[in-house]
């Protein structure tokens, strides 16, 4: 879709909702000095006006970073707050069209419905149910900028070690008792505090993990975001190696290059990175691991998944595994696991991320709720089907906004036994 064409829906659309909510505005100040009006309404729009500049900037500039970066969460923070707000007026704006209707279709004008139904509001409530609901939709309106102001200063890296042990009844003996790490969707260009990242590091070492895992997303969009935190990724090792894979920001997909070369060389330095960081990159390809004359195969795909890139190639990636006791898989896209892997292969156990829990969410004892489910079927945490195990990693970066409500990062470490 063409981009000035899909700005102007944008503009648009940010538009209506600001007329739509300037009604709360009014009716609040409408007993207000003439000063004080014109005030909050000149700042009210002003800022309208600045944010949609903004937007115009960041559309036409493509700038998804420093400046562009602050001015998408100053913006969707607006307009979700806004939204939230607008459900109160427009519950308001129903229930008066309902007595419009009654007095004017049903009475023919001549009923006194809507004044007698505001008049007794008054007497009992000492405020009309037309003013309770427009400042209801002002206050409301105000939740989720706190929850995601909080969601940015104390949820982002607010790292959560996340420990599940999985018995399977072909691990060999040599492997009883291995201990996983795994970390994904790092997404480094949305970092803005190194110290906290660095501390999820030491966490992670902390655990003493046999083998590391990462499942894709090291970037958002360009691999020189990686460049100021290759020193801090560099420090994740295990006994057994690191092992990493592609996610489906990885390729350079969503950012206009001035041609393929230079798209494909983007693609190159984010691979060199995972070398210079000591990551052992599986793009469609495996790694057999010996332990005492057992043998144990460590698969990666490329990004495969539904309406994203499939790039993976699962047949190639498990040539040579045949004589493995068994297969863990590195894919990063959890819906491959019910398209391609479960059913055609023998794979054990599969890592995934990609969804971040959407970063935001609840999750109290077994309870489980985010709006990843209603997109995706495996979203977080473990699932298993006929012996086949799923882990689906909350993800250890942000992408878009930057924070996390509800859905902390993760470091997932699992812990394999002989069932």
Do not use: C
Not at 58 to 64: A, G, I, T, Y
Not at 375 to 400: C, F, M, P, S, T
């Amino acid at each position: 879709m063409n981009t000035i064409f899909v700005l102007l829906i944008i503009l648009a659309f940010m538009l209506l909702i600001d007329l739509y909510f300037f009604q709360a505005i009014k009716t609040i100040i409408a007993d207000s000095s003439y000063l004080a009006k014109r005030i909050t309404t000149f700042t009210y729009w002003m800022f309208s006006f600045v944010l949609s500049v903004g937007v115009i900037y960041v559309f036409l500039m493509n700038d998804r970073h420093g400046l562009g970066r602050v001015i998408i969460l100053v913006a969707f923070g607006t307009v979700i707050s806004k939204i939230l707000g607008i459900l109160f007026l427009f519950f308001d704006d129903i229930r008066r069209g309902v007595i419009w209707l009654v007095d004017n279709v049903f009475y023919g004008g001549n009923s006194k419905v809507s004044d007698v139904a505001e008049s007794v509001t008054e007497k009992k409530e000492g405020i009309s149910r037309n003013e309770f609901l427009t400042k209801s939709a002002v206050i409301s309106s105000l939740v989720p900028l706190a929850a995601m102001s909080y969601g940015i200063i104390s949820g982002a890296h607010d790292y959560r070690i996340r420990k599940r042990v999985i018995k399977l009844p072909n691990l060999p003996s040599g492997f009883d008792g291995l201990r996983i790490a795994q970390i994904s969707d790092i997404h480094s260009g949305s970092f803005f505090n190194k110290t906290a990242v660095e501390g999820g590091v030491d966490m992670l070492l902390d655990q003493k993990p046999d083998v590391v895992f990462f499942t894709g997303d090291l970037v958002n969009e360009d691999s020189d975001e990686v460049k100021g935190y290759t020193e801090i990724f560099k420090r994740v090792k295990a006994p057994l190696g690191v092992y990493s894979t592609l996610g489906n920001h990885d390729y350079g997909d969503y950012k206009r290059w001035p041609s393929e070369k230079a798209k494909a060389a983007n693609l190159q330095k984010l691979k060199d990175a995972h070398a210079y960081m000591g990551w052992d990159l599986l793009n469609n390809e495996n790694r057999i691991l010996k332990e005492s004359g057992d043998s144990l195969a460590i698969v990666g795909v490329e990004n495969w998944g539904l309406g994203f890139k499939k790039a993976g190639d699962l047949s190639k990636a498990l040539n040579g595994t045949d004589e493995a006791a068994a297969k863990l898989l590195l894919s990063h896209d959890p819906s491959h696991w019910d398209a391609e892997v479960r059913p055609a292969s023998d794979v054990d156990i599969m890592f995934a991320g990609h969804t971040h829990g959407f970063q935001m969410g609840i999750e109290i004892g077994d309870f489980r709720w985010s709006p990843a489910q209603y997109r995706y079927k495996q979203w977080a945490d473990l699932y298993e089907n006929e012996g086949q195990y799923l882990y689906v990693n909350r993800g250890y970066g942000y992408i878009g906004y930057p924070g996390r409500i509800g859905m902390p990062p993760e470091i997932t470490i699992i812990e394999l036994k002989r069932g």
